[in-house]
């Protein structure tokens, strides 16, 4: 019986170990990204996933779709339609802030 318990523990304390310093991280980071998601807001400046830059100029909470304007063309505003999930960051002061 002592055996198994002297083989027990480092196996524990490894479990402990992983799961304070990968998992609990993981999880805290999620759970900002997804506030952020949430709280989004027309004249939000934001980054998505795929690096494209832009201003939110209209939201939708039930299709969970974002209208953003990227740029002129010919003096024209270009807007795009993008989902929230694709938001990766948002822009405060031109700073690039993660899932605040």
Known sequence: MDAITGMLVPFIAMGAIFYFLLFRPEQTKRKKHQNMLENLSKGDEIVTNGGL????????????????????????????????????????????????
Do not use: M, P
């Not at 201003?55 to 270009?78: F, P, R, Y």
């Open 53 to 100: 830059h832009g201003k939110i100029l209209g939201l939708s909470n039930d299709k969970n779709i974002i209208l953003i304007a990227v740029g002129e063309v010919n003096s024209q505003e270009v807007k795009v339609q993008i989902s929230r999930s694709a938001v990766a960051f948002l822009k405060k002061g031109g700073e690039l802030i993660e899932g605040e």
